[in-house]
C-alpha cells in the first residue's frame, strides 16, 4: 500500500532561496528541517491540516486496495 506521508515536497529556503525536499510526515510533525546553507526552517501544519489529509488519504487508498482485491475473488 502507498503511504502518502511518504512522499516529499520542496519548501524554499528563506535564507539562500535553494529547494529543500522534506516528506510530507516532517511537515505535519512540525520538524526542524535544515537546509545545505545551515539555515534551520521550522516546518508548520496549519491547523493539523496535513495529518488530516494524510489520514484521510491513507484512508481511502486502504478501501480501494480493499475494494480491488475483492474484485480478484
Known sequence: MIDISKQTVEVDCPDCKRPITVSIKKVADEALVK???????????????????????????????????KFGK
Open 35 to 69: 537546509c545545505t546553507c545551515g539555515q534551520g526552517i521550522q516546518l508548520k501544519d496549519s491547523n493539523s491540516s496535513n495529518k488530516k489529509a494524510i489520514r484521510e488519504i491513507n484512508k481511502s487508498l486502504k478501501n480501494l486496495e480493499n475494494t480491488i482485491k
